[in-house]
């Protein structure tokens, strides 16, 4: 438990009112690097003012390349986000433990996941309890991110906070992208607070999840208006958007920059919020 403290303290993930809050703008290097390689994309990621990223891991753990490359670029890894896995899965269960005890081996400071289950398939009393045991075992810090749409489970508030009830050690990834396309947006999420470790923001039209950038949402797509619907926030804020410029890494570049002052001019006028 004092390792988790220790942690939580080092990354930032600390639910303490800040009498001078200071937001962090970080990237997750998702469709980034997918787009432009790892070294070009760590290098476009840098150059468009990053200094924190959350490393998207790959499928099949192709892109776990960027956490030895990070510091040649000047960035630091705040977490690796995992493959999307069904939670109440036996096998999953067993896939994602050989995953923490790689994540672990490679010193990361914590894992972000998103689990993929329907809501159409029933889960048992037993199905729960076995995931919470497993969350509970775990050696290193775990962040649950909700989901985009209304047929996964774990897209409402409510299911995230049974999970954190049912094991205190978690924190929250909050998309604000998944809670406008899961019809979640006007939740009560209240009883988050405290657990948000991060925010994620990307655009979308309100109805389908599409990581577009910052700004060129619709209607309640809009990140700025989830933004809105937060009492509080933490201080680090994760930007993850697909800009769909191919490989033009200049392109990149710009689009990157673009989504960091998108975020400050929303920001802006919430400074006195801070989880």
């Known amino acids: 438990m004092i390792i988790f403290i220790i942690l939580w303290a080092w990354l930032g993930f600390d639910t303490a009112r800040n009498m001078t809050p200071r937001f962090r703008e970080v990237m997750n290097t998702k469709a980034c690097l997918a787009a432009l390689g790892l070294k070009k994309g760590l290098s476009a990621i840098a150059e468009a003012g990053f200094s ?32 999307k896995l069904p939670a109440f899965s036996q096998r999953a ?29 029933p889960v048992t009393q037993n ?45 929250v990834v ?5 809670l406008a396309s899961s019809g979640c947006l006007h939740r009560d999420l209240s009883m988050l607070c405290g657990k ?20 060129h949402g619709s209607g309640k797509g809009s990140f700025v208006v989830g933004l809105k619907r937060l009492q509080s926030l933490p201080g ?20 990157l920059r673009a989504d960091r002052i998108q975020l400050a001019n929303a920001l802006s006028g919430r400074m006195d919020l801070r989880e």
């Open 196 to 215: 948000i470790a991060l925010i994620d923001v990307h655009d979308n039209n309100g109805f389908e999840d599409l990581h577009l950038p910052l700004g």
């Open 52 to 83: 924190e990223i959350v490393v998207w891991s790959g499928k099949h753990r192709e892109y776990l390349g960027v956490v030895r490359l990070a510091a040649k670029f000047g960035l630091s890894v705040l977490a690796v986000a995992l493959p």
């Open 93 to 121: 269960t067993g896939l994602l433990s050989r995953w923490m005890s790689r994540m672990v081996s490679m010193r990361i400071p914590a894992v972000c996941l998103i689990f993929a289950d329907s809501t159409d398939t």
């Open 127 to 171: 199905q729960r309890e076995t995931l919470y045991r497993f969350l509970r075992s775990v050696d290193i810090p775990v962040l649950v991110e909700n989901n985009g749409r209304q047929s996964e489970r774990f897209s409402d508030p409510r299911e995230l906070a049974e999970l954190l009830a049912n094991v205190p050690s978690l924190r």
């Open 236 to 255: 680090r804020i994760v930007i993850e958007t697909d800009a769909r410029l191919g490989s033009d890494r200049s392109a990149w570049v710009e689009s």
């Open 174 to 178: 909050l998309d604000l992208g998944h």
